[in-house]
């Protein structure tokens, strides 16, 4: 049961040192997206740490997205792009769900009610790993030397409101995994059978084929 307490504070920490380390050598990910991906499919920390490289890979996608003074093909490679991060993320937190449920269920010593949270444990991870994402690039235009001072300030206030929602979040995570060890609740993973991407569901795709 501290093992899984353990993992899960040490996934935390992870998601704040990968967004550091990545952003140092931002420009060169191929090799470390390959690595990534190469993951032991069932260790919570590689799970963690590929859930986290999808969201910084849409983070900076979606910025390049934005983009007005760029042609419409950059625009529409960033939505294809986008499509498929989007679709690894969702994966992964099904992922992240099952290997929790597989790690905490032989430890569960009662029997549990049919009462569940409104988010999984693997959406709560992949809010965490999303809000570390805004911390650091809050805390970048909070120190800006090209902007204005009230920006500046601005940017301030809100990374420090991010940083007290990340704790909050955290605590409601662990708080969760204490209800499930508890009997209080319940877990299961929700699938969220994403059709856009499927060339048989989506019939934009399956009429033109």
Same mark, same amino acid.
Not at 3 to 12: A, M, R, V
Not at 150 to 162: G, I, N, P, T, V
Not at 173 to 182: G, Q, S
């Given at each position: ?17 990968? @967004? #550091? ?8 990910m ?5 690595? /990534?991906?190469?993951? *032991? $499919? ?75 949270? @409104? #988010? ?14 805004? /911390?650091?690039?809050? *805390? $970048? ?8 001072q ?13 940083s ?45 084929s």
């Open positions: 049961m501290d093992k899984i307490y353990g993992t899960l504070k040490q996934g935390f920490m992870i998601q704040e040192e990968l @967004t #550091e380390k990545w952003h140092i050598k931002e420009g060169d191929e090799e470390e997206y390959k690595r /990534i991906m190469e993951r *032991r $499919e069932n260790d919570l920390i590689e799970i963690f740490s590929a859930l986290h490289f999808m969201n910084y890979s849409l983070w900076h996608v979606e910025d390049t997205a934005r983009r007005l003074d760029v042609p419409a093909s950059v625009i529409a490679d960033c939505k294809h792009r986008i499509d498929v991060f989007n679709q690894k993320r969702n994966n992964l937190i099904e992922k992240a769900d099952e290997a929790l449920i597989s790690a905490i269920e032989p430890l569960l010593t009662q029997k549990t009610p049919e009462k569940y949270n @409104t #988010e999984t444990l693997g959406m709560a991870i992949d809010r965490m790993s999303i809000i570390a994402l805004k /911390i650091y690039h809050m *805390r $970048e235009q909070a120190s800006r030397s090209d902007a204005g009230e920006q500046r300030d601005l940017c301030a206030k809100k990374l420090s409101q991010l007290e929602q990340r704790e909050r979040l955290k605590q409601s995570i662990l708080d969760l995994l204490d209800d499930c060890f508890a009997g209080r609740k319940a877990i299961k993973p929700y699938f969220q059978h994403k059709m856009y991407n499927d060339p048989n569901l989506n019939p934009e795709l399956y009429r033109k």
